[in-house]
């Protein structure tokens, strides 16, 4: 079976090969290959015109330069091996959850800001985007928020922030005092916090100013020991599913998925998986868009 598929797969390509017009195209089985795709998502996609198809030889086949066009100016679908969709849509919109980490909000906020002000939005698969324009359009005429001078990625935040759990774990707090300490305790004007993927925080700049400016509250080891004031603990090489969730911003059946999915190594075995911090990191900036 699978010799005659492979015999099948090079008749093909010799086709393809001597006629001008179907190396302009491609099958519908390559698009779904392409997009790692089952087989009703991808005549979905055919039947909704995102993209020109034309009958060759009795064969649907999917015009490559509309497929292309469509492909940069969505967020969606991921080619399996290629470059990141939306390349278009991006240089002229933001979607709901960039423009809020461009502000450090959450972005339920920024769309309760939208809706109240009736502010204009495009839609691209059924998901609400701002124009970039627009955007800017509103930060001229307001005073209360202030954007960073560039799209944080979450290998920023890692590198220049400390999530808010692992804050309360640093200093063996419950989170309900940590959120005390920055909210509303003498030393709250010290923290600098910041929203992200909606989540909170603390830059490590401002955390170490707090730990230097008390004594009560110190980073302790797992044996409960302190450790001296200008040491921050390091960073875990290998993280759980749960804390890859938290990173994320989705479950961590989500996490689960992506690892059956093979889109980042892990190590162990059963429940006890860990993933390559780093790796995962650097894997979930690149597909940032369609995780938010």
């Known amino acids: 079976?699978?010799?005659?598929?492979?015999?099948?797969?090079?008749?093909?390509?010799?086709?393809?090969?001597?006629?001008?017009?179907?190396?302009?195209?491609?099958?519908?089985?390559?698009?779904?290959?392409?997009?790692?795709?089952?087989?009703?998502?991808?005549?979905?996609?055919?039947?909704?015109?995102?993209f020109k198809t034309e009958i060759i030889g009795g064969v649907m086949r999917v015009d490559i330069e509309s497929f292309e066009k469509w492909y940069a100016n969505q967020v969606k679908h991921k080619k399996v091996n290629g470059e990141a969709p939306g390349k278009e849509l991006k240089k002229t919109s933001y979607s709901f959850q960039e423009a809020a980490n461009l502000l450090g909000v959450n972005n339920a906020n920024l769309y309760e800001i939208w809706k109240k002000e009736n502010r204009k939005t495009i839609t691209v698969d059924f998901v609400m985007r701002i124009p970039k324009e627009e955007f800017e359009k509103w930060y001229e005429q307001q005073d209360v928020y202030k954007k960073a001078d560039k799209m944080p990625t979450i290998s920023d935040m890692e590198r220049d922030y400390i999530r808010f759990e692992e804050a309360a774990m640093l200093l063996d707090v419950m989170e309900s005092e940590m959120l005390k300490l920055i909210r509303t305790s003498e030393y709250r004007n010290l923290f600098d916090i910041r929203i992200f993927n909606n989540k909170k925080w603390i830059s490590r700049k401002s955390f170490q100013l707090f730990l230097n400016a008390q004594n009560e509250y110190r980073i302790k080891k797992e044996d409960n020991e302190t450790v001296a004031d200008d040491t921050v603990a390091e960073t875990k090489q290998y993280i759980s599913r749960q804390e890859a969730a938290e990173l994320a911003g989705v479950t961590a059946s989500t996490i689960t998925k992506w690892m059956q999915m093979k889109k980042f190594s892990c190590t162990g075995a059963g429940k006890v998986l860990r993933i390559h911090r780093m790796e995962f990191l650097n894997w979930l900036d690149e597909n940032r868009e369609g995780v938010c």
């Open 1 to 50: 079976m699978e010799e005659l598929q492979n015999m099948r797969t090079k008749m093909e390509q010799y086709i393809v090969s001597k006629d001008p017009a179907l190396q302009k195209t491609m099958s519908v089985p390559e698009m779904r290959k392409l997009l790692g795709l089952k087989k009703t998502e991808s005549y979905w996609l055919v039947h909704r015109n995102f």
